[in-house]
């Protein structure tokens, strides 16, 4: 762990506003807005993984200070519940490290927290998050009902001859009520763990990163108790009302991880084929443009759950990434 020094304060500082000012400009872009507020992660992300935890806590409350004093307290609540601090606690499970030997392990080497472990603490942190964003803006089922109906009003003022039964409107809203939290969740985990891997990337370049590189088709993984969270979310939704809500964010967050380690297993698997390449292409296109070939990968992540731990040598010995 690095010790709080005045160039991690300041970079704390630089880093809470910077996010801030990023997750402002997202309110001004509107084509932009998602990949701006989870942009407004990497900030945090950097600073925790780069000069440590203080830095990281100092960022989240710089930024959520700075969302307040320019917006409103409002503002900065949300994105420091969905942003801010899951970036926060990403870089801090990342900076966890023990001694190989008290895993069993060789001397002279640390077990670094478990990619499995932070991916699993990714789902949680955006269900939990969600969860509080939806009780403040007082999401439910009826301001997705009222979504739809604006869609329709927009699709009638282009072709006024359109006038969909009223049994199908009332279909799709009970579809959407259940589809805009699940997309939402899984939306958010696939860019928070992007921006957490260019995060990693920008600190190892920069020579200030803790953890070593680590082998993402071998090692990304989602822990084997996610899931029954998985299953657990799925069963919700079937529950009606807000428990069906929350049930559909649980599947969509805890869905999304296991989607990115059956990316990560595929990877893996076509290690050294001559039709990889052709597979991984095919694969990525058909998942873009149909969607449904994503139920594929996400079996695929839920048949190959594992936690595999990185190790850096203290001493002599190599670097390895054992399977546990």
């Not at 304060?9 to 997202?26: D, K, N, Q």
């Not at 370049?205 to 090692?219: F, I």
């Amino acid at each position: 762990m690095k010790t709080l020094t005045p160039t991690s304060i300041a970079i704390g500082l630089v880093a809470g506003v910077t996010a801030a000012l990023l997750s402002l400009s997202a309110n001004a872009q509107s084509s932009l807005a998602i990949v701006l507020y989870a942009a407004s992660a990497l900030p945090i992300l950097i600073a925790g993984l780069g000069w440590g935890n203080a830095s990281a806590f100092i960022a989240v409350v710089a930024g959520g200070v700075t969302a307040s004093a320019l917006v409103s307290s409002h503002f900065a609540a949300l994105i420091v519940l969905i942003t801010l601090i899951p970036a926060g606690w990403l870089s801090n499970l990342a900076n966890l490290a023990r001694p190989a030997s008290e895993l069993g392990g060789p001397d002279n080497a640390l077990a670094w927290y478990p990619l499995s472990n932070i991916l699993a603490h990714l789902a949680v942190m955006v269900t939990l998050g969600m969860i509080a964003v939806g009780a403040i803006v007082g999401y439910d089922s009826e301001m997705a009902s009222k979504l739809v109906d604006m869609v329709i009003e927009a699709l009638k003022a282009q072709e006024p001859l359109y006038n969909p039964d009223a049994a199908a409107v009332a279909q799709l809203k009970s579809v959407f009520a259940i589809a805009l939290p699940l997309v939402q969740g899984a939306l958010w985990v696939f860019l928070l763990f992007a921006a957490y891997y260019i995060a990693s990337f920008i600190v190892r370049a920069s020579g200030k990163g803790l953890r070593p590189r680590e082998d993402m088709p071998a090692t990304l993984r989602m822990h084997r108790n996610a899931v029954f969270a998985f299953l657990g979310g799925l069963v919700l939704t079937f529950a009606g009302g807000v428990p069906a809500i929350i049930g559909a964010l649980i599947c969509g967050t805890f869905g999304a991880g296991f989607v990115l380690a059956g990316f990560a297993s595929l990877h893996f698997r076509t290690r050294g084929k001559p039709w990889r390449l052709l597979a991984l292409w095919f694969t990525y296109i058909s998942v873009l443009l149909f969607t449904i070939p994503v139920f594929f990968i996400l079996i695929l992540g839920l048949m190959d759950t594992r936690r595999t731990i990185a190790l850096t040598p203290t001493g002599p010995a190599e670097q390895k990434n054992p399977d546990t």
